[in-house]
């Protein structure tokens, strides 16, 4: 396969690589660190919501006194972590993580292909993505801090605040651009490179969901791209897009001319924003599918379910966003179709969630680290899904729109759900990317460390929205019905520090295993699916002989078989 290969330079093979595996890694690596960085402005946000207008321990004096004068946080700082953090958690975190790690790394050898369609593109897209997170955190150094609108950069606020949020829609251009090659990139290698015999049902249901997820991006974050340079209009050249006449600004009336509509950006940002969160989800569930089947040791229960279900929400992720905006003042009749879509959709994701839960039964499972993060997965994405139900009804979501209870339905999803899927599919896959594994011991201490912190933080936050406490709030204690649950704020914050240590253990475990891990075989999982028939790591284009399909992906546990595992290109 690899005939033509010639030595690449250092440069060639570590920086601007054109190998899928390196560009994964790259991905890999950039998107765990922006995850820390994200956190730990989390963690500062964390602090000021236990112990409020006390200055920061540790580090609250080396802060510049724009953040926190006298070490202690200051509001617009607040309001600045708060974007940042779900910008950077979401953009530069868990999608990069999810589609340009994993889906790079992974996606063309279980299809056994020897790269992506498109390499340079690809290698592109990896720069373009670490440009615009570079662009994200230089807002830092912009005169009045970064954006300071959310992660919904809702105008007009986002259309007055200062140039931070400039640097903020330029930032979002670069992700948006970085994704949308990549996800061109996926769906033609889908499309056109799979090995002979693969036809779509035989495809491991871990490429169904990057494809989807291909799909959707591609369709959705366009709508972004041209609503963020509107934006962009609006704040540099004086248009009125999202302006309504007759603004006034501390006081002064805003001179331009105005008849924009500040519905129509709420609109454009959640037509993206709502498939944007099944772009989160769904990696996620395709590796911990991934990691069942082989776990169990047995087929996954209702393939052509779960990947219809996942076609099905694609579908249907461009019918539901303005379940976000029912109390944006958008008419009621538009909001009883919204409720319609969105309940219809939780069906799909219960779906799915099912046959994962039911592939357990009757398996011989192997409780080995991998399967301990996919099985924690499940009831807690389980929690993220039902929770979001009342959000779906008008009737409680007037209630419980932007309190509390938003923040932690989300967070069950993404942080409980996304996240402990995705380190799942580190363990899972490093011994593909370094033929090494991962202290198997340290890796049961950080899930159940892990697990029980992220519990700590995010479901006290069920209790504090029904309580009525309101989300984006500097000091919680302003308001009085909020101090009665005041003590919960010091518990998820003692949580969320607990959990930041315990990523040491993952972290260390990480990079030392990438040098002195157990050596490991080829297949150390005795898994199925292409990935696991070419060396670990594989070399540049992958396999020494292309593969050739003969059965589907989790042939596992076939009857008279001598292994109680039937590789995808098995012969006989
Ligand atoms: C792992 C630890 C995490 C903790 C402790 C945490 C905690 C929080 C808290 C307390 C807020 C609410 C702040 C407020 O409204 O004042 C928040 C907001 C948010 N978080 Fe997280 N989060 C974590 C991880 C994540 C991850 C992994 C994602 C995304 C993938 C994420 C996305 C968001 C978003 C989008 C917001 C809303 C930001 C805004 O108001 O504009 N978070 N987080
Ligand atoms: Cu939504």
């Not at 926190?68 to 600045?80: I, Q, T």
């Not at 019905?481 to 253990?505: D, E, G």
């Amino acid at each position: 396969m690899n005939s033509t290969h010639h030595e690449p330079t250092f440069v060639q093979r570590y920086i601007f690589s054109l190998d899928h595996k390196v560009i994964g890694l790259q991905y890999m690596i950039t998107s765990m660190i922006f995850l820390l960085v994200g956190f730990s402005f989390m963690l500062i946000m964390r602090w000021q919501l236990a112990f409020p207008g006390h200055p920061i321990p540790v580090i609250g004096h080396w802060l510049p006194g724009w953040i926190a004068p006298g070490g202690v946080l200051v509001p617009d700082a607040y309001n600045m972590l708060g974007a940042m953090h779900g910008t950077i958690m979401i953009f530069l975190g868990v999608v990069p993580l999810g589609v340009g790690a994993f889906g790079n790394y992974v996606l063309p050898l279980q299809i056994g292909a020897p790269d992506m369609a498109f390499p340079r593109l690809n290698m592109m897209s990896y720069w373009v993505y670490f440009m615009g997170g570079i662009v994200m955190l230089g807002s830092f150094l912009c005169p009045g801090g970064p954006a300071q609108s959310g992660w919904t950069s809702y105008a007009p606020l986002s259309v007055i605040a200062g140039s931070g949020q400039t640097v903020w829609i330029i930032g979002m251009i670069f992700l948006i651009t970085s994704s949308l090659f990549g996800s061109i990139n996926f769906l033609v290698t889908a499309i056109n490179m799979r090995a002979p015999g693969l036809t779509w049902f035989r495809l491991p249901v871990f490429v169904w969901a990057q494809v989807v997820t291909a799909i959707l991006l591609l369709i959705a974050f366009p709508v972004l791209e041209a609503g963020s340079i509107l934006q962009l209009l609006d704040r540099v050249a004086g248009t009125s897009f999202f302006i309504p006449a007759g603004l006034i600004i501390d006081g002064v009336p805003m001179t331009r001319a105005g008849g924009g509509s500040v519905l129509l950006w709420q609109h454009l940002f959640w037509f993206l924003a709502h498939p944007e969160v099944y772009v989160l989800i769904l990696p996620a569930m395709g590796i911990v599918a991934e990691i069942l089947a082989n776990g169990t040791r047995k087929p996954l229960f209702g393939y052509k379910e779960i990947v219809g279900s996942m076609i099905f929400i694609g579908l249907l992720s461009f019918f539901v966003w303005a379940h976000h905006m029912f109390l944006s003042g958008m008419k009621s009749s538009l909001a009883k179709g919204f409720t319609t879509t969105t309940m219809i959709i939780s069906v799909p994701s219960v779906a799915i969630l099912t046959c994962l839960i039911l592939s357990l039964m009757g398996g011989s499972i192997r409780y080995r680290s991998p399967m301990l993060y996919a099985l924690g997965f499940l009831p807690m994405f389980g929690i993220g899904g039902l929770t979001g139900l009342p959000l779906g009804f008008t009737v409680t979501d007037i209630y419980l729109h932007d309190t509390y209870y938003v923040i932690g339905h989300f967070h069950y999803v993404v942080v409980t759900g996304s996240l402990i899927a995705l380190m799942g599919g580190v363990v899972y896959w490093f011994p593909k990317f370094y033929g090494r594994r991962m202290n198997e011991c340290w890796n049961k201490i950080h899930f159940w460390l892990t697990i029980i912190f992220m519990n700590g933080i995010f479901f006290p936050m069920f209790i504090q929205g029904i309580a009525g406490v309101q989300r984006r709030l500097y000091d919680p204690t302003i308001q009085l019905h909020n101090v009665i649950v005041q003590p919960t704020n010091i518990f998820m914050s003692a949580s969320a520090l607990c959990l930041m240590l315990t990523q040491s253990i993952f972290v260390v475990n990480f990079f030392y295993s990438m040098f002195k891990g157990e050596k490991t075989e080829e297949n150390p999982w005795q898994a199925t699916t292409l990935e696991w028939a070419c060396p670990s790591p594989p070399p540049h284009g992958n396999f020494t002989s292309l593969p050739t399909v003969y059965r589907g992906p989790y042939e596992y546990s076939v009857p008279g078989r001598s292994t109680d595992w039937w590789p995808q290109n098995a012969s006989n």
